[in-house]
C-alpha cells in the first residue's frame, strides 16, 4: 500500500488516554508545524505545543506553547526544512482557533478509539487547510506494560 503525501500545515499525535497520568477522561494531543517528523523524530529540539482534551467536560487546555525553530515541509524539491514563523501562528495567538481545531481531533480520536472498541489509540495525523487527515492509529502502550 503506497499512502499519498499530503503536505500538511501542522502535525500532531494523540493519545486518547492521557500517557503520564492514566487519566482515561484526557486525550493528550501533540501538535508542531510541518510534517510529523518534528514531533515523532527528536531529531528537532524544542517543545511541539501541547493539549489535554477533557472528555467530560469538553474543555481544552494548552499545557505548553511550542518553540520549534524549524520544521519540515514538502518543497520543490522534496523534503526541506523551513524556519517557523510563530508571530502569525494561529495556535500561538488565537484561542477559538486552536479550541475548535484541537476538539475537532479529539472528537475524530474518540470515533477510532470506538472503532477500535473502545481500546486506548496512538494516533498521527495532520491538519491541512483546517481539515483534519489521519496518517496512522495503533493501540497505545503504557509505561507499565
Do not use: C
Request: aromatic residues 10%.
Amino acid at each position: 500500500m503506497v499512502q499519498e503525501l499530503i503536505p500538511v500545515d501542522y502535525s500532531f499525535v494523540v493519545h486518547t488516554v492521557h500517557p503520564l497520568t492514566n487519566n482515561k477522561n484526557e486525550i493528550f494531543i501533540q501538535l508542531a508545524h510541518g510534517l510529523g517528523e518534528a514531533i515523532v523524530s527528536g531529531k528537532y529540539p524544542g517543545q511541539a505545543y501541547t493539549f489535554v482534551y477533557n472528555k467530560e467536560t469538553d474543555k481544552v487546555e494548552r499545557l505548553t506553547f511550542a518553540d520549534k525553530s524549524e520544521k519540515l515541509v514538502v518543497g520543490e524539491n522534496g523534503m526541506q526544512q523551513d524556519l517557523v514563523n510563530y508571530a502569525d501562528d494561529p495556535f500561538a495567538k488565537d484561542k477559538k482557533h486552536w479550541e475548535s481545531l484541537i476538539k475537532n481531533i479529539a472528537s475524530v480520536s474518540l470515533d477510532i478509539e470506538n472503532k477500535w472498541g473502545a481500546a486506548p489509540q496512538d494516533i498521527e495525523g495532520g491538519i491541512k487547510d483546517n481539515q483534519t487527515y489521519i496518517l496512522q492509529t495503533r493501540n497505545q502502550v503504557f509505561n507499565n506494560q
